[in-house]
């Protein structure tokens, strides 16, 4: 009836699924805690510099789509560039958002003119904010690259999927002078990113960004689930080691099955 090596995955899902339940149930009747995100707390900063400065905040979701393995950084990217927004709109700071691809671009414009809305600055929303590069790498990376060091840029904010552009980005961004925040969950940019901008999200506290920013309960507590779920993980993990150092093979038997 079961497939041998499914056993064990099925049960690993179920379990995930039974965290994730629990921790949305968990967060109904309190907010669970969440640790700061420096990336996040530095996003009103970098806004408040470019306001006194009278210069521009340039951000992008990427050099990726909504579909495939890059649609969860896409869409973490999609609630920054909300965030983003609202600061700009709250305080008169001209923004650009450059995007890659088509199908990224209508969320990117409808995103933008919703947080413009929430903040009572309808009016101050132009479509010549969202500007369409180039689905093509390098012609994408040549359009933000230019429109950094053209747009007396005093602050940018690079979250989403990239990919070899990433350390172009962060260092014409040092070049302008600008604060840089970066976020991502590309293991080979990640390095580029820390290295080179002054605030940067690894991995999941990008995916996490949302519900961080929203306070939402349903996010948080699927936050919590998966967190716990990782710790189960990391549990019998740690007990399979000690029962093979002891001369077993129970737990990887059993994870076989």
């Not at 495939?68 to 990217?77: L, V």
């Not at 960004?209 to 699927?222: E, F, H, Q, T, V």
Request: charged share 15%; with cysteine; aromatic share 8%.
């Amino acid at each position: 009836m079961f497939v041998a090596g499914r056993i064990s995955s099925l049960l690993a899902l179920v379990l995930v699924l039974i965290s994730i339940h629990y921790g949305m149930r968990r967060a109904r009747e309190k907010l669970p805690g969440v640790r700061r995100i420096a990336g996040l707390e530095a996003i009103e900063e970098a806004v408040g510099r470019a306001t006194e400065m009278g210069k521009t905040v340039f951000t992008t979701p990427g050099w990726a789509d909504v579909t495939g393995s890059s649609a969860g950084p896409t869409f973490a990217a999609l609630d920054i560039i909300s965030y983003l927004a609202r600061l700009t709109a709250r305080y008169d700071t001209r923004l650009v958002v450059a995007v890659a691809y088509p199908n990224v671009y209508p969320l990117v414009q409808q995103t933008v003119q919703q947080a413009y809305l929430v903040e009572g600055k309808a009016q101050e929303f132009s479509d010549d904010m969202i500007r369409f590069t180039s689905q093509e790498q390098y012609a994408y990376a040549a359009a933000c690259l230019g429109r950094i060091q053209r747009a007396t840029v005093a602050a940018t904010v690079f979250v989403g999927q990239f990919a070899s552009e990433a350390i172009n980005f962060a260092e014409a961004s040092v070049a302008a002078g600008a604060i840089s925040i970066a976020g991502t969950t590309s293991p080979y940019q990640l390095p580029f990113f820390a290295a080179a901008c002054d605030y940067t999200m690894i991995g999941e506290e990008l995916l996490a960004a949302g519900a961080y920013l929203s306070r939402d309960p349903a996010r948080l507590g699927s936050v919590l689930g998966q967190d716990l779920a990782k710790l189960a993980s990391l549990i019998v993990l740690i007990l399979g080691v000690l029962i093979k150092t002891l001369g077993s093979n129970l737990v990887a038997d059993l994870l076989k099955q």
